[in-house]
C-alpha cells in the first residue's frame, strides 16, 4: 500500500512537471488588487525546488510588485492549450531588473479562451471565407480582440461554424496573417453590421502573443489615460 502511494505520487510530480510553464517561455501574470485587476507578460527565467523566477516584464517601467504573499494568478500554453494556476509572490527585486519569484503550482487547471485579456479595439480586417473558391476578401474592422478570439464588423453575414482566414496589422507595423478562425455566432451591429464572434482554431504561438502583448499595451495606456483623469495635476 505504502509502495502504490509512493509510486501514485512521482506519477503525480511528472505529470505536473510536464503542464508547468517551461524555462524561457513566455506567461501572463495576473495581479489583482480591490482597485483593479492587471495583466503582464513575463519570461521564466529559472526553476528552482520551490518556484519560479520570472523577469523581462516588457515596457512596464512603471510596474510596482505587491509584496510578498500576495496571491497571483499565471497562465501560459502549451501545444495551443491554456492553462493557469494560482501561485503566491515569495521574493521580489524592482531595480535595476525586474525580477518576481513565485511559488510552483500545486494544481494546473485547463482554462478557456475566454480567459484571456479581452480589449476593444477598432482595427481594419481582411476576412476570406475558406469555403469560397473564389477566396474573395471582404474587409471589415476588429472591433475586441483577445489571445483566444476576437470581434469582427462586417457588413456581409458568416454563417455560424464557417471557417474564415484573417490578416490584419497592429499600429505598430505588425502583420498578422494566415491565422484561421471560426464564427461562433453573429448579432446585430450599427448601421446594419453585423458582429462576428470568432474563435482562433490555427494561429501560431509567435502571433497569439503579438496580439497578448498588444491587449496588454492598450490596457496599459488605458490605465494611464484613467490616471491622468484622475489626477489632471
Known amino acids: 500500500m505504502k509502495m502504490d502511494i509512493i509510486i501514485f505520487q512521482e506519477i503525480a510530480k511528472k505529470i505536473m512537471k510536464e503542464i508547468s510553464p517551461k524555462i524561457g517561455s513566455q506567461v501572463e501574470v495576473v495581479l ?43 497562465r501560459f500554453n502549451l501545444k495551443d492549450v491554456g492553462y493557469e494556476f494560482d501561485s503566491l509572490i515569495l521574493a521580489k527585486k524592482e531595480s535595476p531588473y525586474k525580477f518576481l519569484y513565485v511559488a510552483k503550482p500545486v494544481k494546473v487547471l485547463r482554462r478557456q479562451l475566454r480567459a484571456y485579456l479581452r480589449i476593444d479595439c477598432e482595427i481594419p480586417v481582411t ?36 471557417q474564415v482566414e484573417l490578416k490584419f496589422e497592429f499600429e505598430d507595423g505588425t502583420s498578422i496573417s494566415n491565422v484561421i478562425a471560426r464564427v461562433l455566432s453573429i448579432r446585430a451591429g ?10 482562433f482554431d490555427s494561429i501560431s504561438e509567435e502571433q497569439r502573443t503579438a496580439i497578448i502583448k498588444y491587449t496588454f499595451k492598450l490596457q496599459q495606456r488605458a490605465a494611464k489615460k484613467a490616471k491622468k483623469e484622475e489626477n489632471p495635476s
Open 32 to 74: 489583482a488588487s480591490e482597485k483593479e485587476t492587471s495583466h503582464y507578460l513575463a519570461i521564466v527565467a529559472e526553476e528552482t525546488e520551490k518556484g519560479i523566477i520570472l523577469s523581462s516584464f516588457e515596457g512596464i517601467e512603471d510596474l510596482k510588485f505587491p509584496e510578498p504573499d500576495i496571491p497571483i494568478k499565471l
Open 127 to 162: 476576412v476570406i471565407r475558406r469555403d469560397d473558391p473564389r477566396k474573395h476578401p471582404i474587409a471589415g474592422v476588429i472591433t475586441n480582440i483577445s489571445g483566444g478570439g476576437l470581434l469582427v464588423s462586417l457588413i456581409v453575414t458568416i454563417p455560424a461554424d464557417v
Open 190 to 199: 450599427e448601421g446594419g453590421s453585423r458582429i462576428h464572434a470568432m474563435q
